[in-house]
């Protein structure tokens, strides 16, 4: 979860920064390629914490060079369902998770769009739990008196910086992103960057980077052998991979046992005792399955 400069997630946060923007000849129109990055590795970083799905986060901006631009760097596959709006289009709605990209960054000063009060107002009250507002803030200020208004108020409630600051629940550790790659060479899989290592029910350890979405690994596939054994008769589990049980619930597998007595325990705690001769229908208990006797 987000810290938003070590503050709870439900909170506003102004990312300041001066890299500049570029002005697109055939839209007429302007953009800035790190907003663009940042907004989708802080949307990618949102939707894998498992909090959010992609209809609770919108995506404002003041200009149609940046909207494309956000456009084409998320995939539909990834990304379908996050609302990326002009401003214009934004008004009266609101969402969870609220991410603005302002655009304007330049020598000149020249603020555009962003200076139109109205415009300013509309977007910056519409988020119910975050808001997350990417822009130079410091030309901002010296370029309008609203803006220096947001940005002192901003200031004082510890909420503008240079840097987001995730925070590990697991490993209790704060990762800084300060610019896009961060994102995933600090944070690949919405964690930390340390290993997970959990012990799985199957009894192998998550390989994957510490992540914060399935943290119950019930979603995780393991792909390491299964070193347990079928019930009742004892016979190692010939299967090696956990998508296949899981699909199937338990892997069973016909063996011939002369007699045998099994034992089951039923939810209610009473124990029945059958004896079974011939073939027998055994099961691959706990073979990468969490699933108890009574249920399979
Ligand atoms: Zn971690
Ligand atoms: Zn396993
Ligand atoms: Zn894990
Ligand atoms: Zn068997």
Redesign the pocket.
Known sequence: MILAFCRNEESRLFLNHSKKETADEMTMSHSNAFEADMVVGLTRYLLSQGSYTTKDITIITMYTGQLLLIKNKMPKREFEGIKITSVDNFQGEENKIIIISLVRSNVADNLGFVKIENRVCVCLSRAQYGMYVFGNFDMLSRGSELWKNVVNEAKEAKELGSRLLLGCHMHQNITEIQKPEDFKNKSPTGGCRLPCKKKLNCGHICKMSCHNKDVEHKEYKCTEKCTKI?WP?N?PCPNAVMAYNVKRNAER?V?S?PEMSIKTERASGAVNTESVRGL?D?LALLCHVTTDVTNI
Do not use: A, G, L
Request: hydrophobic fraction near 25%; proline fraction near 0%.
């Open positions: 079928f008769c016979h597998h063996c046992t027998v055994c």
